[in-house]
C-alpha cells in the first residue's frame, strides 16, 4: 500500500507560479514510477508530467518548457515546479504512483489560475 499527499494548489495569476509537493508513505521502496495528472471541469484526466525510477520525464505537450518535474528520493516526495502559468493550467492535480502494475492516487489538489 502507497499514501500520496498533495500540498502547493492555489490561486494564481497568469503568468504566475506554483510548486507541487507529494509526499509518499507505506511502501515506498516498490514505487516504480510517479507523476501528476489533472483534471479541468467537463474535461478528462490527462497526463501533466511523471519520472520514472530511473529518470526518464515526460511531459504533455501543453506544459513542456513550463512545468518541471522532480523526485526527492530521500524525502520520499515528487514535485511539479508550474511556470508561466495560463489560465487554462486550471485543474485538479493528482498525484500518482506506480507499483507493480498498480496505481495508487493522491486526493488532489485544486489550481486556480485566474486574475
Known amino acids: 500500500q502507497v499514501q500520496l499527499v498533495e500540498s502547493g494548489g492555489g490561486l494564481v495569476p497568469p503568468g504566475g507560479s506554483l510548486r507541487l509537493s507529494c509526499e509518499a508513505s507505506?511502501?515506498?521502496?516498490?514505487?516504480?514510477?510517479m507523476g501528476w495528472f489533472r483534471q479541468a471541469p467537463g474535461k478528462q484526466r490527462e497526463l501533466v508530467a511523471g519520472?520514472?525510477?530511473?529518470?526518464?520525464?515526460n511531459y504533455a505537450d501543453s506544459v513542456k518548457g513550463r512545468c518541471f518535474i522532480s523526485r526527492d528520493y530521500a524525502k520520499n516526495t515528487v514535485y511539479l515546479q508550474m511556470n508561466s502559468l495560463k489560465v487554462e493550467d486550471t485543474a485538479v492535480y493528482y498525484c500518482?504512483?506506480?507499483?507493480?502494475?498498480?496505481?495508487?492516487w493522491g486526493q488532489g489538489t485544486q489550481v486556480t489560475v485566474s486574475s
Open positions: 500518482t504512483a506506480g507499483v507493480d502494475g498498480k496505481e495508487y
Open positions: 507505506g511502501s515506498i521502496f516498490s514505487i516504480n514510477a
Open positions: 519520472t520514472t525510477r530511473g529518470g526518464r520525464k
